[in-house]
């Protein structure tokens, strides 16, 4: 077996681990709901803390310091009927909080569900209005006030290579044509699911874009949208 493979094994034995302990202390469990977890990851391991380290393409290493991003619009469908949806909730995924985003679904535990789905980002319908409260308040940090509208989602890094700075700042935002950085992430379900895992694979998306984007992506921007395609495709369902 080759090293890609055992990493790829313990990578699914680790969540499947982490996924069986939330499963036990869940407040979604004890209510008997269906529910959503998000959490990052390195490809090779879920991410418990931040800071984490990690190498770059470049050989040199760095270590995330910050991961932010809003959901929205979650919706549970059956046979392509709508089973429930979030409304106009926002969700935070804060790494200086949580290394996990727990959500409790509004549907019971036996409701049968074969997809789910969310958006990624602010609707584009409240940015038009300014500033809100709650998750939406400008205090966590992911608002542009210079632009009035919302960062989607942001990844920092610190460089720890003394002789090559490859620290990264990629905010990622914009609701507006050209620039609409919104990702919807859709997944076909297993029915029996009650609780579903997705993960976010910090080390895919930096490899995917290296070279393709500058280190430093805080606006709008043709830029701003590889970005936004790469991390919808390294969001990943754990079945």
């Not at 391991?45 to 929205?72: A, G, M, W």
Request: proline content about 3%; aromatic content about 10%; overall charge neutral.
């Amino acid at each position: 077996m080759n090293k890609r493979s055992l990493n790829a094994k313990f990578f699914r034995v680790s969540l499947k681990v982490l996924l069986f302990l939330w499963v036990l202390d869940s407040e979604a469990v004890a209510q008997d709901k269906k529910s959503l977890q998000l959490m990052a990851s390195d490809g090779i391991k879920p991410i418990l803390s931040f800071p984490h380290r990690l190498s770059l393409p470049n050989e040199s290493d760095c270590q995330v310091v910050t991961l932010r991003f809003y959901l929205h619009e979650i919706l549970l469908k059956h046979e392509g009927r709508l089973v429930w949806t979030s409304g106009n909730s926002h969700y935070l995924f804060d790494s200086s909080v949580a290394s996990t985003l727990d959500i409790p679904l509004g549907v019971s535990a036996a409701t049968r569900v074969d997809e789910i789905s969310f958006v990624i980002g602010v609707d584009s319908a409240l940015q038009v209005n300014g500033a809100h409260s709650g998750v939406l308040d400008p205090i966590q940090g992911m608002y542009w006030t210079w632009q009035s509208g919302y960062i989607h989602w942001k990844l920092e890094t610190e460089s720890l290579d003394s002789a090559s700075d490859s620290s990264l700042t990629w905010h990622v935002g914009g609701y507006r044509a050209p620039y609409n950085s919104l990702r919807v992430i859709r997944y076909a379900v297993n029915t029996a699911s009650t609780n579903y895992l997705f993960t976010v694979d910090i080390r895919r998306l930096i490899n995917d874009v290296w070279g393709r984007v500058p280190l430093s992506v805080m606006s709008p921007s043709a830029h701003a949208m590889k970005l936004a395609d790469s991390f919808q495709s390294c969001i990943q369902w754990q079945d």
